[in-house]
């Protein structure tokens, strides 16, 4: 730092010369300056030439900048700075004589120019100005990261590092399209990449096609008040690195508003922020250049699981986790966590293990600040085995779970699935009486399928006040796009039951919060289960929207002894004395499998009470209580 040091005390001296009353103490600094720095003095001052380099710091705001700096380099300089204004500044120097310093007028438009908010030097950070009297009096310092950098420390600063993140880079045609647009100089791309899109691994293979370094950071990660100042130490950070931005979680920058848009639409280096929304047209004067993030294809995602997967498990065929809607990003955290799994239960790294650890990593994704619903994750994993259904039934489920997983692969072939502004979700209805497997075919749905399932909570949806039932709603497709689940509706008629005749206020806007939804769903890109018991009640237009439509009929004797005997086999061992009569309770109790369960239940808990096994006794105990609590009379078993 030998020739910038040696530059700043010059100026000192010059400084020193213009004050004839000069005290013996400044005179004695100077010289001392003098010997450490003296005229002439050379020294390869790589660092602080590629900071005035990449931030494109023109020669006047290089010199403010070296006199700013000086200090954190030497305290002489301080002390310097200190008897020149005869105020004690702690390290720091006043605008007026940072300008005298630099050769530069207190009056002069340049000045003004150099140290604006919005300038190379401030915009970022490598200057900060705080004080609160007249301009000239303010004060100048540098970041600590800056003064770091030029020392040769390389360790980004915690704001940063909380917020960076590691991604595989896959390139595509799209990453090479983004690599043209870096090399052709433009400062902001946005990348709209939807849930399991590719937007982040391409564009961080872009900057590696365009032969540049760059740092990836999600902007989720950062404190909701304090996103600005995390974008901007971002920007300075990729800057003394010589690097681009990634930005994922690009939406978050949105809601930030403006500042935060502004520090990358100024960024001194190139940023590719990737949302899961459109560029809104309006927010800046110069609408960035913005491009479609993939989606990648089985034989895409099954390279990218293998380029993260270091064990020998196999993830080529679509029944694999190559058929979860992870994104590259999401693959890199579901090996590692799966590597904890697997330490933790001291087992391989296998399948199974693969798709726990997916959906730990999938569910913590977003702080949805849901209050709509809630989350199911349970412990005990379903299966289409826990399901007893007739076979046409569980074929269109296991159609349903088939498509879902293929859908990547349908996207990444073409646009014929979203076309019209339309998403590239799937919806299914799920009608039948209460009890006959609904609900637990929407669990066996997201379990397959390795997510979580996001039950709504119609009551905490409807709200008597004029539009409140829409911003809900809208809270509910937000919090479900930001995360990787099954949307489940539950008694969908209460809510999307069919638009009438505009009687008076009260039909006019019901039928606009039915009409919201339908528009809502044909734009979610995500998979909506909607669960009736009374399909006829539900308007046609919600109908014509589904890709499945699935009836649960009220299970046959011959399905009811398939649910007893299931039911009871999950209950433990049966009472050799008292053994259940499974033809009988078959026959004779015409009940849904959410009843049945309800029996096996309570005989379980009287046994247990009882201090024996389950029998034909309790059974027919509980079956009449059952039967009470339905309002049913109970038959008299054979």
């Known amino acids: 730092m030998q020739d910038l040091l040696s530059s700043v005390t010059r100026a000192v001296v010059a400084a020193a010369a213009r004050r004839p009353d000069t005290a013996e103490r ?55 700075y200190d008897l020149l204004t005869g105020r004690t500044l702690g390290g720091r120097v006043t605008v007026a004589l940072a300008l005298e310093l630099a050769g530069l007028g207190t009056a002069s438009v340049e000045s003004s120019a150099e140290l604006h908010a919005s300038a190379p030097l401030r915009n970022v950070g490598l200057v900060e100005m705080t004080g609160d009297g007249g301009w000239l009096d303010r004060t100048l310092g540098v970041a600590d990261r800056l003064r770091g950098h030029l020392v040769g420390d390389d360790d980004a600063e915690p704001s940063v590092a909380a917020v960076a993140m590691d991604v595989l880079a896959y390139r595509t045609p799209t990453s090479d399209q983004l690599a043209r647009a870096l090399l052709g100089g433009q400062p902001l791309t946005w990348v709209h990449g939807p849930l399991g899109s590719a937007g982040v691994a391409v564009a961080a293979a872009a900057f590696a096609a365009a032969g540049a370094e760059c740092l990836v950071v999600d902007a989720r990660l950062a404190p909701q008040n304090d996103v600005v100042h995390v974008l901007r130490s971002v920007v300075l950070e990729a800057g003394l690195m010589g690097a681009g931005v990634v930005v994922a979680g690009g939406d978050a920058v949105l809601s930030a508003g403006s500042p935060a848009v502004q520090v990358l639409a100024s960024s001194p280096v190139p940023v590719v922020a990737v949302g899961s929304s459109a560029w809104p047209p309006d927010l800046l004067a110069t609408t960035p250049l913005a491009i479609a993030a993939p989606f990648l294809s089985a034989a895409d995602r099954a390279a990218v699981w ?189 809510l999307f039951g069919s638009r009438s005749a505009v009687q008076d206020a009260h039909d006019r806007y019901a039928n606009q919060e039915v009409s919201y939804l339908l528009q809502r769903m044909e734009h979610f890109d995500g998979i909506t289960v909607l669960a009736t018991n009374l399909r006829g009640n539900l308007d046609k237009a919600f109908l014509r929207r589904m890709q499945f439509i699935v009836h649960f009929p009220d299970p046959d004797q011959e399905t009811r002894r398939r649910l007893w005997a299931q039911h009871l086999a999950q209950a433990g061992e049966d009472d050799a004395d008292d053994p259940v009569d499974l033809d009988g309770l078959a026959a004779d109790l015409e009940l849904a499998g959410g009843d049945i369960r309800n029996i096996v239940v309570a005989a379980s808990y009287d046994a247990a009470v009882a201090g024996r096994p389950v029998g034909q006794q309790l059974v027919a105990a509980a079956a009449a209580r059952e039967y009470q609590k339905l309002g049913r009379r109970a038959p008299t078993l054979s």
């Not at 849901?370 to 299966?383: C, E, F, H, K, R």
């Not at 009890?435 to 399928?449: F, I, N, Q």
Request: aromatic share 4%.
């Open 306 to 494: 293998g380029a993260a997967l270091t064990e020998p498990v196999e993830v080529s065929s679509a029944r694999s986790v190559v058929g979860l809607r992870l994104s590259p990003e999401e693959i890199l955290q579901t090996t590692r966590y799966a590597r904890l799994l697997a330490e933790a239960r001291d087992q391989p790294i296998s399948e199974e293990l693969l798709r726990d650890a997916a959906r730990t990593v999938g569910s913590g994704n977003a702080a949805t600040g849901l209050t709509v619903g809630q989350i199911s994750q349970g412990a005990m994993a379903s299966s289409f085995a826990d399901l007893v259904l007739p076979e046409r039934v569980e074929a269109d489920l296991v159609r349903l779970v088939r498509w879902a997983e293929r859908r990547p692969e349908v996207m990444a072939r073409g646009t014929l699935h979203n076309k019209a502004g339309k998403g590239g979700g799937l919806a299914a209805l799920f009608s039948g009486s209460p009890g006959t497997g609904k609900t637990l075919a929407a669990h066996v749905v997201a379990d397959e399928l390795g997510v979580d399932l996001m039950q709504i909570d119609l009551s905490a949806i409807v709200d008597k006040y004029i539009g409140e039932t829409e911003k809900n709603l809208e809270k509910v497709f937000r919090a479900a796009e930001s995360r990787n689940v099954v949307l489940f509706f539950d008694e969908a008629d209460a």
């Open 26 to 80: 400044l005179a004695v600094v100077v010289i001392a300056l003098q010997q450490d720095y003296p005229s002439g003095a050379q020294d390869d001052d790589e660092r602080f030439a590629g900071v005035v380099e990449c931030f494109q710091l023109s020669d006047a705001a290089a010199a403010l900048l070296a006199v700013a700096v000086a200090p954190t380099l030497d305290p002489t300089f301080g002390q310097a």
